[in-house]
């Protein structure tokens, strides 16, 4: 996928990066549509095609747009929002409402009105409180809404703290010692429908362990709500949190590591516990997104200390990509208009905010580089976009989705007028 040309550009996608960026502009944010499919169809055939009764869900928070949601919808995947801006999002681009998932930590009154009000498909209650939110509301619009209820499993992950969510101390769910009362109350409820439970234990896992402990400790769950309550659960939403290439230190693996061993699992404790199989639907973004995506820089100023480290500087930086000031999240770049010449120095990327902690990427082997060069850095696909801000009043970089044999603007790129619209003179 990613090659070189007679002019030695970095391609991706079949795409000359180059050409991109001298198009375009930079920064800019690349998205392939190829990649995504591929991806989605390695989730159908080694998944979905499997195993009876499985469903797989995009987690949107990682990168939406409304040309976003025509593409999944067109894999046939469903699709996870997490707030009233991303399911407006769904609603224009007119995603399937049935295939809907609506999670959150704190969803508003409004939020949960939208999403009942245009018939979102599930409904993640994450506490006790929104059990009566959702039931008002429901029985207000005369529907009866069918919902899962997060657990937090109590399962450690190996990733970095803020993208760990499994663990008992945690704001996201419902803890382990309360699932019997929150259950109790939703099977009360006249207008909800309870179809099952939801675990995401974190994000950029490489290893499956954690998903089979939070299986194994789900069904433990559900085996005493069974015996207690009598409830048998239909649906076992696992989450996403599948990792991906950002390095050559990642072990990247296929979608089936992951989802063989939750299967697995499922039919061997089912089977112990004497518990019916219940349908299961997995919900990665990053798997999906995150390779597919790269954004292009260019280079400028460019400043050696000596015997210290030279600062590559771009036009871009924490603004479009918070990851490394955020969690110290760690890229790979090349310099796309000398792909495939040698190595020389080693730089720091640095961006071009107000921020010693914009830093994108530390020690980055490269060719000699110098001012106009075109940066590219890889596998930006996923909480790129979705995180960034005006930080220093820097407008967003547009959005190009390279599709088989065009490319087309999915996001424009922001004016100086658009990050000002909202603001009144006095
Ligand atoms: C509930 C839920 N599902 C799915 C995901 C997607 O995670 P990832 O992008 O790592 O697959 C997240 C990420 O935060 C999440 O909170």
């Not at 709500?225 to 990792?243: A, Q």
């Not at 597919?292 to 771009?314: D, F, N």
């Not at 490269?366 to 596998?379: F, N, T």
Request: charged share 25%.
């Amino acid at each position: 996928m990613n090659v070189v040309n007679s002019r030695k550009n970095f391609i991706f996608s079949g795409y000359d990066t180059v050409e991109l960026a001298k198009k375009y502009g930079t920064p800019l944010y690349v998205i392939s549509k190829e990649v995504i499919k591929d991806k989605c169809k390695e989730i159908r055939n080694d998944f979905l095609y499997k195993y009876d009764n499985t469903k797989a869900v995009y987690a949107g928070k990682a990168f939406l747009t409304m040309a976003m949601c025509r593409i999944i919808e067109e894999e046939g995947l469903g699709l996870d929002v997490v707030s009233g801006g991303e399911l407006y999002t769904a609603i224009k681009a007119d995603f399937p409402m049935r295939d809907v998932i609506f999670h959150g930590n704190n969803k508003s009154t409004d939020e949960i009105k939208m999403a009942i009000e245009n018939n979102a498909g599930r409904i993640v209650i994450d506490h006790m409180d929104e059990i009566s939110m959702i039931e008002d509301i429901a029985s207000n619009f005369n529907k009866k809404v069918k919902v899962l209820i997060r657990v937090t499993p109590g399962v450690n992950s190996n990733t970095h703290k803020y993208i760990s969510t499994g663990q008992r101390d945690s704001k996201f769910g419902v803890p382990i010692d309360n699932i019997h009362e929150v259950v109790s109350k939703t099977l009360c409820s006249e207008h909800i429908e309870l179809m099952g439970f939801h675990f995401h234990i974190g994000s950029g896992l490489y290893e499956n362990v954690s998903h089979i402990s939070a299986v194994k400790a789900l069904l433990k769950i559900i085996k005493i709500i069974k015996d207690d309550l009598g409830f048998i659960t239909k649906e076992l939403n696992t989450g996403g949190g599948f990792g991906i290439y950002y390095t050559k230190k990642d072990c990247v693996k296929p979608i089936s590591y992951y989802t063989d061993s939750i299967m697995e699992t499922l039919y061997k404790y089912c089977n112990e516990l004497d518990l019916d199989i219940p349908k299961v639907t997995i919900e990665p973004g990053r798997w999906i997104i995150g390779e597919a995506g790269i954004t292009l820089y260019t280079i400028g100023a460019i400043k050696e200390i000596p015997g210290i480290r030279t600062y590559v500087s771009v036009d871009g930086g924490l603004p479009d990509n918070p990851r490394p000031a955020l969690y110290e999240a760690k890229y790979e770049a090349v310099i796309a208009n000398k792909y495939n010449e040698k190595p020389e120095m080693i730089v720091t990327i640095a961006g071009k905010c107000c921020e010693t902690g914009d830093i994108l990427i530390h020690d980055l082997s490269v060719p000699e580089v110098c001012k106009g060069d075109v940066l590219v850095v890889i596998s930006t696909g996923a909480y790129n976009y979705s995180m960034a801000s005006n930080y220093n009043k820097l407008p967003r970089p547009a959005v190009v989705l390279l599709d088989e044999d065009e490319e087309k603007i999915i996001v424009n790129r922001e004016t100086y007028d658009d990050i000002l619209k909202n603001e009144n003179m006095i």
